[in-house]
Each structure stands twice: as C-alpha cells, then as structure tokens.
Antibody
Framework: QVQVQESGPGLVKPSETLSLTCTVSGVSISSSSSYWAWFRQPPGKGLEWIGSIYYSGSTYYNPSLNSRVSISVDTSKNQFSLKVDSVTAADTAVFYC??????????????WGQGTLVTVSS | QTVVTQEPSFSVSPGGTVTLTCGLSSGSVSTSYYPSWYQQTPGQAPRTLIYSTNTRSSGVPDRFSGSIFGNKAALTITGAQADDESTYYCVLYMGSGIWVFGGGTKLTVL
C-alpha cells in the first residue's frame, strides 16, 4: 500500500522560503509509472496543483507559481521536496503531497497525504 | 488562462441522482483532458473517485460514475447517501504537464 507523509515547519515568516518534504513508503519513488505531486489549499478555498516531478528530476509547475517554486527528488531517501520562495500571507495553506500515477492513457492523483498546514506570519 | 468551471453548490435528496459538471471557460472538455474527480470532506485529504473520464478508483462504490456530458466532464451520483455530502473537485490536463482544478462543488444531501 502506497503511503505519503508531508513534513516541515508549520510557521514561516514573510519573504522567507517555505520548505516541505514528502516521504513515500510502500513503493519506490523511482517507479516508472509514478510522478509525484504537490498541492495546496488555502483555508476555506479550493485545491491547487503546484507541480509534479519524476524520479529522473523532470518537473512540471503551475505557471502561476512557476517563478517561486521548485520541486526536487531524493531517490536514496524515497522523498521529494517542495520549496516556495518569497512567501506572503497568501501562501498560507494546507499542503498535500500525492502520487501521480500514470500508465498508458490512464492517469490519476492518488495516495494523498494527510496534509500539513503552513502559516505565513511574522 | 483557461478556467475550469464547476457549479459552486448543488443539492440532492437522499436516494436521488445528481450530475455535477466540469467545464472550460473556453472550449469543450474531451477525454483528452483526462478528467478526474476527487471528494473532500472538511479537514480531510481528498479521496480519488474517478480518473481518465470514467474509471472508478479502487473501493469507490458504483453509484459514482464519470462521463463526458455535452461539452463538459460529468460526475453522476446515483442513489445519493448522507455521507456523499462533500465538496467535489474535478481536475483537467491542459497539456505540457499542466493540471488545473475546478473551484469545487459543495454537495448537500437533504
């Protein structure tokens, strides 16, 4: 059973960098059928896809966040990570990681983490 | 930028049938957008319901079904139950590795 778990600081100061890690268990992060994705959900609002990464390091980002976001992968630790630069209060959200399963013409986001709330405040 | 549209809210009676839709601010949704649907209750992570238009995720009851309905993707719940009261999100593939969520539909069962 694939499980993912987000970890990282719950409080970040404005203008600083938000850093989160997602630890994957139950499958190798190097699985050929898996990308790995980050999402966020501001309090009381909808879901937003932030970006996805393949184990090779190939990444795709939401154009609205592209300039401030980077996602990386550490295959030796079976983890992938998110960094968001120059955060403001508008970046306060619950952040989720998930598996982005893709095979042939079929694709889905699955095995969602429980989410972690990150608050941007001084 | 293309916006993914969903009804903000919908209501269904217990045992009734409801169809939620997922459209585009410009153009029509087709299977090439790989529409998928996620259910979320307050304080919980999303749950994967339907992917690639009409494939149910493991463990999802067959009262949930997906389709293309006119120029939109659709999620139909047949025989709605009280615990179907949730917010439902669709997400579409826009190409070039980009995915966009709709704003979500808050479904009330009463």
């Amino acid at each position: 059973q694939v499980q993912v778990q987000e970890s990282g600081p719950g409080l970040v100061k404005p203008s600083e960098t938000l850093s989160l890690t997602c630890t994957v268990s139950g499958v190798s992060i190097s699985s050929s059928s898996s990308y790995w994705a980050w999402f966020r959900q501001p309090p009381g609002k909808g879901l937003e896809w932030i970006g996805s990464i393949y184990y090779s390091g190939s990444t795709y980002y939401n154009p609205s966040l592209n300039s401030r976001v980077s996602i990386s992968v550490d295959t030796s630790k079976n983890q992938f990570s998110l960094k968001v630069d120059s955060v403001t209060a508008a970046d306060t959200a619950v952040f989720y990681c998930a598996r982005h399963w893709t095979m042939a013409s079929s694709t889905r986001f699955e095995s969602w983490g429980q989410g972690t709330l990150v608050t941007v405040s001084s | 930028q293309t916006v993914v549209t969903q009804e903000p809210s919908f209501s269904v009676s217990p045992g009734g049938t409801v169809t939620l839709t997922c459209g585009l601010s410009s153009g029509s949704v087709s299977t090439s957008y790989y529409p998928s649907w996620y259910q979320q209750t307050p304080g919980q992570a999303p749950r994967t319901l339907i992917y690639s238009t009409n494939t149910r995720s493991s463990g999802v009851p067959d009262r949930f079904s997906g389709s293309i309905f006119g120029n939109k993707a659709a999620l139909t719940i047949t025989g709605a139950q009280a615990d179907d009261e949730s917010t439902y999100y669709c997400v579409l593939y826009m190409g070039s590795g980009i995915w966009v969520f709709g704003g979500g539909t808050k479904l009330t069962v009463l």
